[in-house]
């Protein structure tokens, strides 16, 4: 099988980049960057618009992350920003896509659960409706889908993932980060709901999708067991041996998100996301429990440099 993965630089799209290689597939990444990447062959594209790069696409699936990364205040510039680094790549795919003699056999569309918004207590499988808002979530996230809707292919899955967790990604880094400056404790009220994922399962579930026929249209990739922001706090102390976190008031994590550079909202709301499809489909998660995931990842951050994971 060839993979093409769009916006496959990333950390994210190296590790499924690397996951795919290792089991003997050709991967191809479609990067804006001049810079070789570790795992896939390098193709350039300007993300804008069709090119020579197309027939690279030719009876490939191909994986569409390309995006900027949310950490980021929402500013109208940002959220400009976060909007046009997703439709633009996905309407220069579509237009790839159009030059093909058939369609693509799959799209892996990347999308996230942020697209509920702030969604409280109800518990949320592929049935639920997106939100209306906040714009740096919802709106950014249904955005990305509708302009994903374009590119042709003869099986379509889109992919609404959680947080994904896996060393050197920012959301884990930035998280661990607080634990070890004594700023472990509960985010806000501490009981937003956050829907995760260990990185192994993402790409496994990736394969999943590739090899199951029958997957197709929305699919929710997130452990089966969300936990509020205390437990994910209290969890991650736990692991990290940090017995006790100050606890970030609503002020105090809007004040400390100027410095910071990002969007308070992305920590003080939340969504209690389930994988029903997936589940219904006899999926089995490697890593179904938060402490199990973040003690695994906390021992591979501590390996040797070259350990095997």
Known sequence: MRAVIAGGSGAL???????LIGRGHDVVVLSRSATPVRWGRHVRWDGRTAGSWAAELTDAVLINLCGELVFRRATPANIALLTTSRTEPARALAAACATLDRPLPLLLQMSTLAIYGDAGEPVLD???????????MAGVARAW???AAGITAQRRVTLRTGIVLDPG???FD?????????????????RQWVSWLHADDLCAIVRHCVDDPEMSGIVHATAPFPVRNRDLMTTLRRALHR??????????VRFGSVFLGADPMLALTGRRCV?????DA???????????????LLDRRAAPAGAAR
Not at 174 to 190: D, E, I, K, T, Y
Not at 275 to 279: A, I, T, Y
């Open 13 to 19: 799209g190296q590790r499924i980049a690397r996951d």
């Open 126 to 136: 592929e049935r639920a409706r997106p939100a209306d808002g906040p714009p740096q």
């Open 145 to 147: 889908e509708e302009a």
């Open 169 to 171: 990604t920012p959301a």
């Open 174 to 190: 930035r998280m661990a980060g607080f634990v070890r400056w004594g700023l472990g404790g509960r985010m806000g009220s501490g």
């Open 243 to 252: 017995p006790f976190g100050l606890p970030s008031p609503a002020p105090v």
């Open 275 to 279: 994988p029903r499809r997936l589940l």
């Open 282 to 296: 006899g999926f089995t998660f490697t890593h179904a429990d938060l402490e199990s995931a973040v003690t695994d």
